[in-house]
């Protein structure tokens, strides 16, 4: 399928019923057995992965009737900010094109000052997160995380902190000589409410040490993320696909995070990141060759949906790596949050994704309105936000944490 074609299907194309009828029968019992609400094996992922034609076009109809099924009708999305707040990293990721060597003219860390300047300018722009994620900074003192957050909440108790990768708690706990619980324990004491699920592109050690040989080994990213979920941190799950992984790594990167999420329920959500190629070592060597956007995003979003129900229902779309309207399009096909407004976003920018750094709630609200859903905005942890009474809708089954009532223009929820 062309996207021309694609767009077609979305917006036009035969309902389920009429796909699955099309479809090769071996592959509509696989369809049928996920929209059952019964696990997926790893096999029947990989038929998901290899789907064309007429599986294709089924595969991703029934990964919007599971989403319904799921959580019905509504898009949340959040009102947040992120904070890059250094770009100084030793690490060397080859998909990355945002570390700077702490010597180059353009390494920059922002100060306390310069980061409390910017979590206030986002309270007031209505956001109930910072989302806080930065390089791995050799340079930093060993508390540093930590000294972070206190001056933070003692400024602003009632933001939600969303900050610090696996990677940086793996570095943090390091320099600060704590086990991963103490550490973690410490950060959540601090004030921090949630980790990012990221620096998990794929769990594999084999793709990982291509990609980059000094990241945190997939033994070690499972270890700090169970114990994060096991002192009551919760995180949200990621994957980069579209690089040098093949089908059975995807396969595989899910196993992993359903097995997390079944003994420790901590995952919010499920977010699928397509690599940003233009600007990265990766592809300036030569080494992968990203296919265009489109049909791949939107069968790995489907899949997703499919191969994480019923353990994960929360599945992002990410408007930063695959622009606004391919983000609109992936609400068709198993994706119900359209994550958040961001206001600053350098990593995906610095690799070459051109969907700017700022989408305003009203342009997502009218995304989401203009897919025939209903657009609502959420805390970090799926909690809802109304800012005025008349402000919340009705959307679906499932959505397990209680609906939020905040006098207008507040910013405190989590
Ligand atoms: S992805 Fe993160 S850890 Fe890797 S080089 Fe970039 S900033 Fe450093």
Redesign the pocket.
Known sequence: MLNQELRSFIFDGPPLERTLSEANPAFARILDKALSGRELSAEEGLQLLQAEGAELRALLRAADTARKLDVGDCVTYVVNRNINFTNV?F???QF?A??RHRKDADARTDSVTTILAKVAEAIERGATEVCMQG??NPEMPPLFYRDILVEIKRAFPNIHIHAFSP?EIFYGARRAGMPYREYLTMLRDAGLGTIPGTAAEILDDEVREVL?HK?VDVRSWIEIVTTAHEVGLRSSSTMMYGHIEKPHHIVQHIEILRSIQRQTGGFTEFVPLRFIHTYTALYQKGLVNPPPKGILDLKVYAFSRLMLRPLIVNVQTSWVKLGPELAQWSLATGCNDFGGTLMEEQISKSAGADAGEYLPVETIQSLILGMGRIPEERTTVYGRVSRSSAATASCGPSWGSGRRTLPAGASVVH
Do not use: D, Q
């Open positions: 990293c690490v060397g990721c990355c945002f570390a390089g791995i990677m980059s990241k």
